[in-house]
């Protein structure tokens, strides 16, 4: 006789009395009423028994241990239903509901005649009460984790109050499992815990018009749960044949009992690790919880994000995104061709035939008439429902092929996917087969994009190879413009000492110049030595070069200034813009070039007294490529310069007037602010 413990159980009677009263009235209506109601009733009636076992004790006690199982198979159905679990998804509810009467038969028998016997009950007993507050506290997590913040408000004291009373199961039974006994203070406490979880009961029912049976278990969750659970499940039946070993193998029982705990841990590890296993789990989870078998948001989200990683490999990682989604482990690609045939572009865990398909090939033709997804097993066994479907040697030749899948892409085919044999069985109805033929058209899609990309980047490589080619061909026309004028005047300068060495520095830097292109030629892109480079050297170099044309250019510099560039680009800038201005102005009229330093620039300035140029023609053509209004001219010099000015981060200005002449103002952003100190020059 426990008196502590009546009181106990006595006040849990009472106050789940009242709930249940409260819930079955006043509160009538409320969402769930009914199966709240029920639990309630049923947690009073196991506190009654309770309190009558520990007043009068042992006839009372078998119906405790009865109702015990009524009472957490209310409360665990009721945690189901609030989870939404209907139609074809209270299947899941047998096991559970199979799981609680073996329960009840087991602490209705319990009482034996063999104390062996007696104590093995016992010890089951106890590791099924383990397991159901497991499985208790695990809906109850999986309850309050997947509810909005506003359910959550309405919903949080019950998930407090039911997580409390299988958090109290939990820690009597584990205590009672280690020391093979329940111990009475923890099981006389009990009650008080029961009754004061009561009111946290009443607070949520008050607050649950906000209650929703939306069913929003993650997949995720629910599969690693399911694992963990399945773990916990496996590890207490293992325990319990360990200690059966030790009991009864006499001297060689530790010895048993180690080998199969080994063992045990062993197999769970393979089990874990396998991927028809982990397969098999997922399927049978979306089959069993779910209304649709695939949760279209992540899988959509896996599905991008595996199609749109960084690199090439398109096609490998296409076959394992499809493949994943019906636990396949690899298949094999094949990719459209110039029109003509189908090529082979990936293949993950088989090896087919390297050949290509042509576009007239049965299969390619069915596939992309019907755009269907063939079952290779079904066209097997009924070839009527492929309208008698002939499939390439290459294909039928592979060992555990089975689906084929259409890449479809605008209405036409881009391509097919083989996907070997699933990992698991997998029910091929509508909703896989459309997945797969939407998940197919958008890797058709990250396909084509990555063939654009590539065709792109060889456009993009001929594309700059021409540009330096027309870059390199409009300098060799200055070179050959140089030439020629020196060739013709040398019929009439030939005998003059200081054309002879203008000649020669010409031919010598037209030598140098061309080596320089052949340089850059050869090596697919220009040779720059980007330093400090001296302004006034360099416009000397400049207007040296053009000593030989009429007007002769004309330098002027207040000073000197540094500047960071490549001395051989610049050089070439700087000289386009004096022979423009040379070729633009009569033989009377003028050419001067200027350096001086303003603001923290290098400023250059090119000037002629020639025809000059509108505003217009300056603001629609002086800059286009290729315009130019030269009969020999490739409309690019112009375009250079600036171009490679704004590189250096300067400027490139023009102010011309018609019939009055044209200014070129080069701007450059001075070296270190430096100016190098000089003398005019002339």
């Given at each position: 006789m426990?008196p502590?413990?009546?009181w106990?159980?006595?006040?849990?009677?009472?106050a789940f009395?009242?709930?249940a009263a409260?819930?079955?009235t006043v509160?009538?209506?409320r969402?769930?009423?009914r199966?709240?109601?029920l639990?309630?009733?049923?947690?009073?009636?196991?506190?009654?028994?309770?309190?009558?076992?520990?007043?009068?004790?042992?006839p009372?006690?078998?119906?405790?241990?009865?109702?015990e199982?009524?009472r957490g198979?209310a409360?665990t159905?009721?945690?189901?239903i609030?989870?939404?679990?209907r139609?074809?998804?209270?299947g899941?509810l047998?096991?559970?509901?199979?799981?609680?009467?073996?329960?009840?038969l087991?602490?209705?028998?319990?009482?034996?005649s063999?104390?062996?016997?007696?104590l093995?009950g016992?010890?089951a007993?106890?590791?099924a009460?383990?397991?159901?507050?497991?499985?208790g506290?695990?809906l109850?997590?999986?309850l309050?984790r997947n509810?909005t913040?506003?359910?959550?408000?309405?919903i949080?004291?019950a998930c407090?109050?039911?997580?409390?009373?299988?958090?109290?199961d939990?820690?009597?039974?584990?205590?009672?499992?280690?020391l093979?006994?329940?111990?009475?203070?923890?099981?006389a406490?009990?009650?008080?815990g029961?009754a004061?979880?009561?009111p946290?009961?009443?607070i949520s029912?008050?607050?649950?018009a906000s209650?929703s049976?939306?069913?929003?278990?993650?997949r995720?969750?629910?599969?690693?749960s399911?694992a963990?659970?399945?773990?916990?499940?496996?590890?207490?039946?293992?325990?319990t044949a360990?200690y059966?070993?030790r009991?009864f193998g006499g001297?060689?029982?530790?010895?048993?009992?180690?080998?199969?705990?080994?063992?045990?841990?062993?197999?769970l590890?393979?089990?874990?690790?396998?991927g028809?296993f982990r397969?098999?789990?997922?399927?049978f989870?979306?089959?069993?919880f779910?209304t649709?078998?695939?949760?279209y948001?992540?899988?959509?989200?896996?599905?991008?994000?595996?199609l749109?990683e960084h690199?090439?490999?398109?096609?490998?990682?296409?076959?394992?995104?499809?493949g994943?989604?019906?636990?396949?482990p690899g298949?094999?690609?094949?990719v459209r061709?110039?029109?003509?045939r189908?090529?082979?572009?990936a293949?993950?865990?088989?090896?087919?035939?390297q050949e290509?398909?042509p576009a007239?090939?049965?299969?390619?033709m069915?596939?992309?008439?019907?755009?269907?997804?063939?079952?290779?097993?079904?066209?097997?066994?009924?070839?009527g429902?492929?309208?008698g479907?002939?499939?390439?040697?290459?294909?039928a030749a592979?060992p555990?092929?089975?689906?084929?899948?259409p890449?479809v892409?605008h209405g036409r085919?881009?391509?097919f996917?083989l996907l070997?044999?699933?990992r698991?069985?997998?029910?091929?109805?509508?909703?896989v087969?459309d997945?797969l033929?939407?998940?197919?058209?958008?890797?058709a899609?990250?396909?084509a994009?990555?063939?654009a990309?590539?065709?792109l980047?060889?456009?993009r490589q001929?594309?700059?190879f021409n540009?330096m080619s027309?870059?390199?061909?409009h300098?060799?026309?200055?070179?050959?413009?140089?030439?020629?004028?020196l060739s013709?005047?040398?019929?009439t300068?030939?005998?003059?000492?200081e054309?002879?060495?203008?000649?020669?520095?010409?031919?010598?830097?037209?030598?140098r110049?061309?080596?320089?292109?052949?340089?850059?030629?050869?090596?697919g892109g220009a040779?720059?030595?980007?330093?400090?480079?001296?302004?006034?050297e360099l416009?000397?170099?400049?207007v040296a070069?053009?000593?030989a044309?009429?007007?002769r250019?004309?330098?002027a510099?207040?000073?000197?200034?540094a500047?960071?560039?490549?001395a051989?680009?610049?050089?070439?800038?700087?000289g386009?813009?004096?022979?423009n201005a040379?070729?633009?102005?009569p033989?009377e009229?003028?050419?001067?070039?200027?350096?001086?330093?303003?603001?923290?620039?290098a400023?250059?300035e090119v000037?002629?007294t020639?025809?000059?140029?509108?505003e217009?023609?300056?603001?629609?053509?002086?800059?286009?490529p290729?315009?130019?209004t030269?009969?020999?001219?490739?409309?690019?010099?112009?375009?250079?310069?600036?171009?490679?000015?704004?590189?250096?981060?300067?400027?490139l200005?023009v102010?011309?007037?018609?019939?009055?002449?044209?200014?070129f103002?080069?701007?450059?952003?001075?070296?270190?602010?430096g100016?190098?100190?000089?003398?005019?020059a002339a």
């Amino acid at each position: 006789m426990n008196p502590v413990a009546g009181w106990s159980y006595g006040s849990a009677a009472l106050a789940f009395l009242l709930l249940a009263a409260a819930v079955a009235t006043v509160w009538r209506g409320r969402p769930h009423g009914r199966m709240l109601a029920l639990a309630c009733m049923c947690t009073c009636a196991w506190a009654a028994a309770c309190a009558a076992a520990a007043l009068l004790g042992a006839p009372w006690t078998a119906v405790a241990d009865l109702l015990e199982a009524v009472r957490g198979a209310a409360w665990t159905a009721f945690l189901f239903i609030l989870l939404g679990y209907r139609g074809e998804q209270r299947g899941i509810l047998i096991p559970v509901a199979a799981a609680y009467a073996l329960y009840a038969l087991a602490a209705g028998l319990r009482e034996v005649s063999e104390p062996v016997a007696q104590l093995a009950g016992t010890q089951a007993l106890v590791l099924a009460r383990l397991g159901f507050a497991v499985l208790g506290m695990l809906l109850v997590e999986h309850l309050y984790r997947n509810k909005t913040a506003q359910q959550r408000w309405a919903i949080k004291f019950a998930c407090m109050a039911i997580l409390a009373m299988f958090v109290f199961d939990f820690y009597m039974y584990s205590d009672a499992a280690l020391l093979r006994g329940v111990n009475p203070d923890i099981w006389a406490a009990r009650g008080f815990g029961a009754a004061l979880c009561a009111p946290l009961l009443a607070i949520s029912v008050a607050r649950s018009a906000s209650w929703s049976t939306g069913l929003s278990v993650s997949r995720s969750m629910l599969f690693h749960s399911a694992a963990l659970a399945g773990c916990a499940v496996y590890l207490l039946l293992m325990g319990t044949a360990g200690y059966f070993l030790r009991y009864f193998g006499g001297r060689w029982g530790p010895v048993m009992q180690l080998a199969f705990l080994f063992g045990a841990g062993v197999l769970l590890a393979v089990i874990l690790f396998s991927g028809s296993f982990r397969a098999w789990l997922k399927v049978f989870i979306s089959k069993h919880f779910y209304t649709y078998h695939y949760d279209y948001r992540e899988e959509w989200m896996r599905l991008t994000r595996a199609l749109s990683e960084h690199g090439h490999g398109v096609a490998e990682r296409a076959i394992h995104a499809l493949g994943a989604l019906v636990e396949s482990p690899g298949g094999a690609l094949w990719v459209r061709r110039d029109d003509s045939r189908f090529e082979l572009a990936a293949h993950i865990n088989t090896t087919p035939a390297q050949e290509a398909l042509p576009a007239g090939d049965p299969l390619c033709m069915f596939l992309e008439a019907r755009q269907w997804v063939v079952d290779l097993r079904e066209l097997a066994a009924s070839p009527g429902a492929y309208d008698g479907l002939a499939i390439p040697a290459a294909i039928a030749a592979l060992p555990r092929a089975r689906l084929v899948v259409p890449l479809v892409l605008h209405g036409r085919l881009a391509g097919f996917m083989l996907l070997l044999e699933p990992r698991s069985r997998i029910a091929l109805n509508w909703e896989v087969i459309d997945l797969l033929k939407i998940a197919g058209s958008q890797a058709a899609s990250h396909l084509a994009q990555q063939e654009a990309a590539d065709a792109l980047m060889v456009a993009r490589q001929f594309e700059s190879f021409n540009r330096m080619s027309t870059f390199i061909v409009h300098d060799l026309k200055n070179l050959v413009s140089q030439l020629s004028l020196l060739s013709s005047n040398a019929q009439t300068h030939s005998a003059n000492p200081e054309f002879q060495r203008d000649m020669a520095e010409t031919v010598a830097h037209s030598v140098r110049k061309m080596k320089l292109l052949l340089q850059r030629l050869s090596r697919g892109g220009a040779l720059e030595r980007t330093g400090p480079l001296s302004m006034a050297e360099l416009l000397g170099r400049a207007v040296a070069l053009k000593a030989a044309f009429e007007p002769r250019p004309v330098l002027a510099c207040e000073g000197d200034a540094a500047v960071l560039a490549d001395a051989e680009r610049l050089e070439r800038v700087v000289g386009h813009l004096i022979q423009n201005a040379i070729e633009a102005t009569p033989k009377e009229g003028r050419v001067a070039v200027s350096l001086r330093t303003a603001g923290g620039e290098a400023l250059v300035e090119v000037t002629d007294t020639g025809a000059g140029m509108s505003e217009e023609f300056i603001r629609e053509r002086l800059f286009k490529p290729f315009e130019s209004t030269k009969a020999a001219g490739m409309g690019i010099g112009a375009f250079e310069s600036r171009e490679y000015i704004r590189e250096l981060g300067g400027r490139l200005e023009v102010s011309s007037q018609p019939l009055c002449g044209t200014t070129f103002r080069i701007a450059l952003p001075l070296h270190e602010a430096g100016r190098i100190g000089g003398a005019d020059a002339a």
